[in-house]
């Protein structure tokens, strides 16, 4: 059947190497290449109405998190799963002489969190005033450490921003 598909593509030599139990739509999705497939978590809803041992089960289930919303129960896994899925990293402010603010992070994916994509998302004219920045957190060795705008920051890190003058 793989062959036949190929063949329709015009695809006559070609090594395929499936790595889990494919279907015939799974197959020209890729040879396409036009479909995205996003992760996804499934909310199990009313875990106040069962009992401990079914919800054991429940989270051996994988991307699963049950929750109640009329008690407001696990929310906060799934907030952490949402951002562990979502592939997100915060990153905190902290201007000069002050503490960090902690209630307000700038938010930017994983593909993006350079220093300078950073500074962009601030504000577009803050990346050609930059000097260096400060940065506390599990992406630099020392805190805090002076970085450049190649920086990669990581989760929770807090950035004070040192521009020319």
């Known amino acids: 059947m793989v062959r036949t598909i190929l063949s329709e593509y015009k695809i006559h ?12 739509d799974d197959l020209i999705d890729v040879v396409e ?6 992760p996804c978590i499934y909310l199990l809803n009313k ?7 079914e919800l054991d089960i429940i989270y051996k289930i994988p991307h699963c998190v049950p929750i109640s919303a009329h008690h407001k129960w696990n929310f906060d896994d799934l907030l952490e799963k949402m ?16 503490l960090p603010d902690y209630s307000s992070p700038v938010v930017l994916s994983s593909e993006h969190r350079s220093m300078e994509d950073f500074c962009n998302k601030l504000h577009r004219s803050i990346i050609k005033e ?25 989760d929770e890190d807090v950035v004070q921003i040192v521009k020319k003058i």
């Not at 020392?142 to 920086?151: A, I, T």
């Open 83 to 98: 951002w562990e899925y979502l592939k997100l990293v915060r990153l905190y402010t902290k201007p000069k002489g002050q």
């Open 33 to 38: 290449g036009n479909r995205v497939y996003v």
């Open 47 to 53: 875990i106040d109405q069962i009992s401990v041992e």
């Open 13 to 24: 030599n070609a090594d395929i190497t499936l790595r889990y139990d494919a279907t015939a």
């Open 130 to 154: 930059f000097k260096y920045a400060l940065v506390w957190g599990s992406s630099v060795k020392h805190q805090p450490q002076k970085v450049g705008k190649d920086h990669i920051v990581g």
